[in-house]
C-alpha cells in the first residue's frame, strides 16, 4: 500500500501541492484527476522522489520513504512512467525494453510476461522508438516499467493523445495487472470515464489541494464531473 499524506510540495519558493492525501491499497487502482497544472504530476514526481516535499509523509507498506532517494524507491517496488511516452528514441522498442531486463535476474520472463499484457507490441519491437506512434510509445513505456518488477506502478495520463483503441487496450492491461492482487497503480488521468473505469478510488485536485475523493466505478462520475467544473 502506498500512503501520501498531507503532503506540500513546490518549485522553489512556490508551493504547488498544499497538503495532499492519497491512499493507493494495495491490488487496487487509485485515480487522481484535476485540470492541467492542479499539480498531478507535482504529486507522482514526489511519490517517486524527484521532489522533496516541505512537509508530509509517503508510506510504502507502512515503512516512511518520504526521505529516500529515487533509486532506493525503486528498489523497493516503486515504478513511474512520466507523463508524454518518454523512451530512447534511437534505440528500438526491443531495446528499450532489453536495457532494462539485463537488469534483472527475471528479465526474460518479465520482459514475456510484457509481451503477454500488451501483444500489439510484437508487431513493433524492431523499430525505433522515436518512430513509434503515441498509443505504441505508451505501450512500451508502461511495460518497461512493468519489467522492473514493481509493486507499485505510478502512470501519469497514459490516455493523453491517443486514439481510443489503444485506451481501451490500456484499461484492459491495468485491469488485467492488478486482478492478482499484487500490484497497485496511482493512476493521473484527466480523463474521467477511463480513470473511473480503471479505479476503486479517486481523488480530484484542485489548485494542489484534495478536493473531493470517494469510491470509483460509473456512478462517481456526477460528482467527479461536478468537481472538475468548477
Ligand atoms: N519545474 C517547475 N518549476 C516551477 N513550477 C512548475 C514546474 N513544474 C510545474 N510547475 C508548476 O506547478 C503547477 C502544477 O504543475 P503540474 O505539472 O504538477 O500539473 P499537472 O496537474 O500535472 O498538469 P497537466 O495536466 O497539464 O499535466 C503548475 O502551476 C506548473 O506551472
Ligand atoms: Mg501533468
Excluded: C, W
Amino acid at each position: 500500500m502506498l500512503e501520501i499524506l498531507d503532503v506540500h510540495v513546490g518549485y522553489g519558493r512556490t508551493m504547488v501541492l498544499h497538503g495532499v492525501d492519497v491512499h493507493v491499497p494495495t491490488g487496487g487502482v487509485t485515480a487522481v484527476l484535476g485540470h492541467n497544472g492542479a499539480g498531478k504530476t507535482t504529486l507522482l514526481r514526489a511519490a517517486v522522489g524527484l521532489l522533496k516535499p516541505r512537509s508530509g509523509r509517503i508510506l510504502l507498506d507502512g515503512e516512511d520513504i518520504t526521505r529516500l532517494p529515487t533509486f532506493e524507491r525503486v528498489r523497493r517496488g516503486l515504478a513511474y512512467v512520466p507523463q508524454g511516452q518518454q523512451s530512447f528514441g534511437e534505440l528500438t522498442a526491443r531495446e528499450n525494453l532489453q536495457l532494462v531486463a539485463d537488469t534483472r535476474k527475471d528479465g526474460a520472463q518479465r520482459m514475456a510476461d510484457a509481451m503477454d499484457l500488451f501483444p500489439a507490441l510484437a508487431g513493433f519491437l524492431g523499430r525505433r522508438a522515436g518512430l513509434l506512434s503515441g498509443g505504441q510509445r505508451q505501450q512500451l513505456a508502461i511495460a518497461r516499467a512493468l519489467i522492473t518488477g514493481p509493486r507499485v506502478l505510478l502512470l501519469d495520463e497514459p490516455t493523453e493523445g491517443i486514439q481510443p483503441s489503444v485506451v481501451t487496450e490500456i484499461e484492459d492491461a491495468i485491469l488485467e495487472l492488478t486482478d492478482t492482487g499484487d500490484l497497485s497503480v496511482l493512476l493521473v488521468e484527466q480523463h474521467v470515464g477511463f480513470a473511473l473505469g480503471a479505479a476503486e478510488r479517486y481523488t480530484v485536485l484542485e489548485s494542489g489541494r484534495s478536493a473531493t475523493s470517494g469510491a470509483g466505478g460509473e456512478e462517481a462520475e456526477e460528482a467527479v464531473r461536478a468537481a472538475m467544473a468548477v
